[in-house]
């Protein structure tokens, strides 16, 4: 089949989160399988195409009266062709994707929906006819509304079928209703019924679960939470209306990229049979940080957004308890501001227990996650998650919070033969605190600790099973 896929990053070309990853890998799985697939992504003031393999194309497209340059890097067989579009919106004097200095750009809305516009005018361009066009997140979701409206009598895009995948239904794209006009939306599609309104303004997500042929999240657990009035961020009745058209499919992760026995951000490699390796990279990673090089003290880590959705304020009300077991901190994160300040500080005043790296470094990311005794993930809520999945296949058992695809993913260890990590319900700084104890207590038992890690590294996290099912659904669409 031939795909479209349009994603407003992509790594290694941009990320700021695990859509970036699954925008990589996803198309990547599904090329395996001997699809077709064309991936669509901004080219940002920070990305420099021909560092990464791509070369500038003479054949331009033009949206809405724009023009747009293309990059491409060449697919084949097993690989995507990824195409950057150049644009003064995205290019030019922005080096982000959504904005700089803790603000978004204000024209994100003009940028967002122009990405949508100009992705739908590719196969034209490129004489390319996708069955299926595959939208990501609020960024994209007018998507299958412009498909609908502006491309019916497109030869290229005839019977092709839209999906929606929803990654965070927190980030929903909400602007004045004034954009409306700018953005040349019909004023017959602000409604709160199977239209874009909420709340008197317009709602990019709204416009995706309204108008896709088919909608998918990234967890079966999470596609039941948005159904809920606690998970649905207002956007529950809309997503129930569409239950029959909702998919739960578990994000993989890149296995090649991801992986103990040949990462090259690490000093030493290893694998499940043989874990002294890691024993190794612990030391390296406590000096790199500063830490004082001990073995038998347990190292934390945490990697991810500074942001409440990942229980951040859970974590900070709980670090006072946390440092007074005998266990070492790892954190490495960047997101809102006083949590930013926050961990910095505790890293100045407990130097022997805590260090903290405000940023976003990628090496740093794998060495923690294969350096680390545990790994926490305390998230108010994970639409996936892609953090614990990484840290058990790196032997560094998850302590979670029972929410999304973390409860699809870390089984709680049940004190004998069962579970890959701990997991806690209550949204509670003690309930973490509980968690983080019981596992530092376990983590003093060799063999039962051996025993969790084995059951974590064993688990098939890979994209193939995903893509399988990505792939049944665009068949049914094409088919249906
Ligand atoms: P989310 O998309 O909600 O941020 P995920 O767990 O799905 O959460 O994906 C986060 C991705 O971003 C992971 O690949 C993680 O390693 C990476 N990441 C997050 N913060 C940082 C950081 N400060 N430095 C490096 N990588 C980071
Ligand atoms: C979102 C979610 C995260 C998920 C990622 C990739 O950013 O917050 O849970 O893993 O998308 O789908």
Redesign the pocket.
């Known amino acids: 089949m031939d795909v479209l896929f349009v994603s407003s990053e992509v790594a290694p070309f941009s ?8 925008a990589a890998s996803l198309p990547g799985a599904l090329s395996a399988r001997g699809h077709r697939v064309a991936v669509v992504t901004p080219r940002y003031g920070g990305i420099d195409p021909q560092r990464h393999g791509f070369t500038w194309l003479t054949t331009s497209l033009e949206a809405r009266g724009e023009r747009c340059g293309l990059w491409l890097k060449k697919g084949g067989p097993g690989t995507p062709a990824v195409y950057l579009l150049e644009h003064d919106l995205f290019y030019g004097f922005r080096r982000n994707p959504y904005g700089e200095g803790g603000s978004d750009y204000p024209d994100n809305p003009a940028r967002f929906a122009f990405l949508a516009r100009a992705a739908l005018e590719l196969p034209r361009a490129l004489q390319f006819r996708p069955a299926v066009v595959h939208f990501n997140d609020w960024q994209t979701a007018l998507g299958p509304w412009f498909l609908r409206a502006e491309h019916h009598d497109d030869p290229w895009l005839a019977g092709a079928r839209s999906v929606f995948t929803i ?2 239904l927190a980030y929903q794209g909400m602007f004045a209703k004034s954009f409306m006009d700018l953005l040349g939306l019909p004023w017959s599609i602000f409604r709160l019924d199977g239209g874009v309104e909420f709340h008197d303004q317009l709602n990019f997500m709204k416009a995706g679960l309204s108008f896709a042929d088919a909608l998918t999240t990234v967890s079966p657990n999470y596609a039941r939470e948005i159904l809920t009035v606690e998970g649905g961020y207002g956007l529950d009745t809309v997503l129930r209306s569409r239950s029959g058209d909702l998919f739960g499919i578990l ?1 993989g992760i890149d296995d090649r990229e991801w992986d103990p026995a040949r990462d090259p951000h690490l000093p030493v490699h290893y694998d499940r049979r043989d874990l002294r390796g890691k024993v190794r990279v612990k030391a390296a990673l406590q000096a790199e940080l500063g830490l004082p090089v001990k073995p038998h003290v347990p190292l934390v880590g945490l ?3 500074l942001a409440d ?2 229980g951040i304020d859970l974590l900070a009300a709980a670090t006072p308890a946390l440092l007074r077991s005998d266990a070492q901190f790892a954190l ?3 997101g809102q501001r006083e949590f930013e300040e926050f961990f910095a500080w505790v890293g100045r005043e407990r130097p022997d227990r805590f260090a903290a ?1 405000i ?4 090496g ?2 794998h060495r923690i ?1 294969a350096g680390s005794d545990l790994f926490l993930m305390p998230s108010r809520f ?7 999945m ?1 840290s058990l296949r790196y032997g560094t058992p998850p302590v979670a919070r029972a929410v999304g695809g973390l409860v699809d993913t870390v089984e709680d260890y049940d004190g004998w033969k069962r579970g890959n990590g701990f997991l806690f319900g209550p949204l509670d700084p003690v309930a973490l605190v509980v968690a983080t104890r019981r596992a530092l207590d376990v983590w003093r038992d060799v063999r039962a600790w051996r025993g969790i890690q084995e059951r974590g590294m064993d688990i098939d996290f890979s994209w193939e099973r995903s893509a399988e099912r990505y792939e049944a659904l665009y068949r049914g669409l094409a088919e249906g």
């Open positions: 990320k700021t989160g695990g859509l970036g990853d699954v990654h965070n994000n990697v991810g957004r959705q990942k490495l994160g960047s790296r940023g976003f470094d990628e740093m990311a996650e994970e639409p996936c998650g892609l953090n614990q990484y």
